[in-house]
């Protein structure tokens, strides 16, 4: 990042982390588990889960037309998990999440989410929806947002690693838009405050 004041470049950094909204699973509804995790535990695991995530299709709940506390098609996706282990030990992944947007899904199917033993069996319906992370980590579009110094003025090193969620680009783009959006609010305010 060139010629930005440090303060700019790090509300960026810090919008990367706070303001970029990404989709994660937020409620679970438990219709069977006979597995060795407590209903909370599984839920808290599926909640953590990284999922692809569009946001030119979905909205913010808070700013959905449907202002239904259950959501929409606009705001929200389901997946679904029925999964059961017959004769020997069995691993869920997040592969075995079938979910009616074919978009949004587990960045990779291979993420471990409970085992099986012989007759144990889960049934559950999870809710996905956009969040942002100052709400909670989960919906936290990336694992590093780092900045650091070049040693010349107003230029600074910005390192980030995607989830998987939103690709890089994207991530800092929706930063950048949101710092602008916010003080432009800020600027209508104080024109309005005149």
């Not at 219709?31 to 946001?55: C, F, I, Q």
């Not at 808070?62 to 259950?70: A, Q």
């Not at 990779?108 to 033993?117: E, F, H, M, T």
């Not at 809710?127 to 590093?144: C, D, R, T």
């Amino acid at each position: 990042m060139k010629n930005i004041d440090r303060s700019y470049a790090n509300a960026v950094r810090r919008f990367i982390i706070s303001e970029v909204p990404t989709m994660a699973i937020d409620e679970v509804v438990i219709l069977e588990n006979s597995s060795v995790l407590y209903d909370e535990l599984l839920a808290h695991r599926l909640g953590l889960l990284p999922l692809k995530t569009d946001l030119e299709r979905y909205r913010l709940p808070e700013k959905c037309d449907c202002k239904n506390p259950l959501g929409c098609s606009n705001c929200r996706v389901l997946l679904v998990l029925d999964a059961h282990s017959t004769d020997q030990v069995k691993t869920i992944y997040s592969g075995d999440l079938v979910s009616e947007d074919t978009e949004v899904v587990p960045i990779s199917p291979r993420i471990p989410i409970v085992k099986l033993a012989p007759g144990q069996k889960i049934k559950l319906e999870a809710y996905a929806k956009l969040g942002k992370g100052k709400e909670h980590a989960k919906w936290q579009p990336v694992s590093v947002s780092v900045l650091t110094e070049t040693g010349k003025d107003d230029e600074f090193f910005l390192k980030l690693e995607s989830v998987g969620s939103l690709p890089p680009f994207k991530i800092l783009s929706e930063a950048t838009n949101i710092l602008y959006q916010k003080l432009a609010e800020v600027l209508q305010k104080a024109e309005e405050f005149k």
